[in-house]
Each structure stands twice: as structure tokens, then as C-alpha cells.
């Protein structure tokens, strides 16, 4: 579904989104939670991240009444960002691939950080973590601006990018070794 303006309206309300990707909504990401919206499956009132206000602009957005923010999904709270105790940390990594903007720093077998400009707040880093090095601390500035929203959407779809990168040459390197044992097996048995 598209407006006069030609942009489609699941980027419309994305835009609008706080870009956490913290899949509090039920969704994967924010995207697929704007998609939701446009196509009529999930309601505007399931965003933590963007609390009333967010509620607020994608009512007017969708021309619809305002909600509050379902229960069921969260509650609205100040900014968040992650913290990693450094001295209890044990270097595992399992932090690092859920983190949707590669805000966290780190190396196998070596402490990690987190970059707290680059840390949406999403808390998907703590589950993983098996020491519990990992807190959520109240975020200064407490409030997450537009900017903030589009500096992360552009992260994650830049470590998505990569991700998506670093799989397709997998496969062609897996690919080639494939070709090479076939090409072995085939010199061996003389064919």
C-alpha cells in the first residue's frame, strides 16, 4: 500500500519506528513490525521503544484513533543501554550476534564493551551472556531522538548487509571445496 507520495506505507511507519529492534513488538525488527501494521496484523500499540508518542504519530500517520501501549508487550521506560562488567566478562562472543547494531565490541577470549552512542537499548545481549556480566543502566541523554533512530537502522542494515556478505562467501567457498573433492575423488578412482 502506497500514499500520494509514492513511498510505501510500511516505510512511512517504519520511519516512525525508534529503530530498536528490540522485537518487543513480536516481531523480528522494526520493519517487520511496520509491515504488520500496513498489512492489518499487528495493532500500532506494541512498541515499548516508541511509547505514547510513537503511538501517537503512527496514529495520525494511519488516521486511526490513539491506543495506549499494550501491557502484553512492555511498558514505556526511560533510554536504556547495555553495560559489560569487563572484569567478569569471559570473551565468549555469545553476546555479539544478537546485537542488532554491532554495538558491542570484543574478540574471542578477550573483553568486550559496548559503544553505549551505538547501544539501542534492545537488552538482546543479556540473555546470552552465561556469566551475567551484562546490565541495562539508564542512558544519558534518557531520551532516544529521530536522529538516534536513523544512525541504528542504518547499523543494522549495515550488519545485516555484512552478515548476508560473509554467508554468501561461505557458501562459495564451500562450494569450490566441494568442486575440488569431486574434481579428487573423480582423478583417484580414474575417471
Known amino acids: 500500500m502506497t500514499t500520494l507520495n509514492d513511498t510505501p506505507l510500511a516505510d512511512q511507519i517504519d520511519a516512525l519506528l525508534p ?3 528490540c522485537r518487543k513488538c513480536g516481531y523480528q ?3 517487520p513490525y511496520a509491515e504488520a501494521i500496513s ?3 499487528a495493532d ?3 512498541c515499548p521503544p516508541g511509547g505514547e508518542q510513537g503511538i501517537r504519530q503512527l496514529a495520525v500517520l494511519l488516521n ?5 501501549l499494550n ?6 521506560r526511560s533510554r536504556l543501554v ?3 562488567d569487563e572484569a567478569v566478562c569471559i570473551g565468549c562472543t555469545k553476546c555479539l550476534p544478537p546485537c542488532p547494531t554491532d554495538a558491542i565490541l570484543g574478540a574471542s577470549k578477550h573483553m568486550h564493551t559496548v559503544i553505549a552512542e551505538l547501544c539501542t537499548g534492545c537488552e538482546l545481549c543479556v540473555a546470552p551472556c552465561p556469566v551475567n556480566c551484562i546490565s541495562m543502566v539508564s542512558a544519558t541523554p534518557a531520551y532516544w531522538t529521530q536522529s538516534d533512530a536513523d ?3 542504518n547499523r543494522y542494515y549495515a550488519k545485516n548487509r555484512r552478515l548476508a556478505k560473509q554467508e554468501a562467501e561461505k557458501a562459495e567457498r564451500l562450494n569450490r571445496q566441494k568442486q575440488l573433492l569431486a574434481k579428487l575423488n573423480k582423478a583417484k578412482n580414474g575417471d
Open 151 to 153: 544512525r541504528s537502522r
Open 71 to 76: 501491557p502484553a508487550f512492555g511498558s514505556e
Open 19 to 21: 529503530q530498536t529492534q
Open 29 to 31: 525488527g522494526c520493519k
Open 44 to 46: 500500532i500499540n506494541q
Open 82 to 84: 547495555a553495560v559489560i
Open 64 to 68: 486511526v484513533p490513539a491506543k495506549p
Open 39 to 41: 498489512d492489518g496484523a
